[in-house]
């Protein structure tokens, strides 16, 4: 399976806003026909879907603790999937992760997912 890699991740403080970035590791993979998601984990928890978007981008779902705060997009053109955070608060510290879909739309679950990148949020 494919994989795929994040940055962006990083130390902000409350309020503050980070951008994370996905993109696959293999550069002749191509992810317009996949649905892509964001997971965070945070230690001795589980993992746990943030946000996610079809293949086409029309399409977006986000967990409750997120939404209006949180923004996912995607750049097929550039093979990139992006999660924009706004008004970060110290409960969204965690280990994001980027997945890739089974298919065209977040229903089919995930199959490959990313490293993870760091977010710290504290004063």
């Known amino acids: 399976q494919v994989q795929v890699v994040e940055s962006g991740g990083g130390f902000v403080q409350p309020g503050g806003s980070l951008r994370l970035s996905c993109t696959p590791s293999e550069r002749a993979f191509s992810i317009s026909d996949y649905a892509m998601g964001w997971s965070r984990r945070v230690p001795g928890q589980e993992r746990d879907i943030v946000a996610a978007v079809d293949w086409s981008g029309a399409s977006t779902i986000y967990a409750n603790s997120v939404k209006g705060r949180f923004s996912i997009s995607r750049d097929n053109a550039r093979n990139t999937v992006f999660l924009e955070m706004n008004s970060l608060k110290p409960e969204d510290t965690a280990v994001y992760f980027c997945?890739?879909?089974?298919?065209?739309?977040?229903?089919?679950?995930?199959?490959?997912w990313g490293q993870g990148t760091q977010v710290t949020v504290s004063s």
């Open positions: 997945a890739v879909g089974r298919g065209r739309n977040w229903e089919n679950g995930f199959g490959s």
